[in-house]
């Protein structure tokens, strides 16, 4: 029995330390990102439709907290965060919605695994990662991330990372009901030294402006 247990702490001791080390590749390598700005596909599958959705644009996201992601196709649309407030315009709708809460939306509130490319999380503090069994699809090593509470976004994480140097590939959201949210980025460009007017956002004169009024009790944006 002795020699059967020595075995299995044997067997997985190289995968622990597989995954500690990739682990902390991901976290060193945004420790070390002031600002990156990438081409993005973002594509929703919901399991009891069969059918699937893809929407293309350019991110910018900026320390601490800042971030910008313009849709391009098949719709034109804005969502910015200043660190502040959050912004949602819909130009076809000819209507911005505004939160006083920094975070606001698109899955980017506190526990989410985009904090830890904003610089306001680590990847530890919110989820218990393992390593996966699904396939990588952007030649990376795919991690599963439980969240250590309840979400109600989804339900588990997929994150498909570079294994040389931990940089994020592949975002993947999974709910209850097996609908999966995905995010691929490509043309990654960090560094770049990004001004503070990309995330700074004017509101168009003439739209309709609705504004969260559970964070904002005044109703002013």
Known sequence: MLPLLLAVVVSTAPTEDRLLDLVSKIESHYDAVADFEAGFRQRYQRRLLRRMVEEKGTVSVKKPGRMRWEYRSPEEKVFVTDGAKTYFYLPAEN??????????AMGMEEGSPFELLAGRGRLRDSFTPSLSDEPATEGGIVLRLDPKKPREE????????????????????????????????????????????????????????????????????
Do not use: C, K, W, Y
């Open 154 to 221: 989804f339900e588990v994480v997929e994150l498909e990372v570079q294994p040389s140097d931990g940089r994020i590939l592949r975002v993947v959201l999974i709910d209850t009901a097996s609908n999966r949210t995905e995010f691929l980025f490509d043309d990654v460009r960090e560094n770049v030294g990004l001004p503070e007017s990309l995330f700074r956002f004017a509101i168009p004169s003439g739209v309709e402006v609705v504004v969260q009024q559970s964070d904002n009790p005044n109703g002013a944006p």
């Open 95 to 104: 209507q911005v919605m505004v939160s006083h809460q920094p975070q606001g």
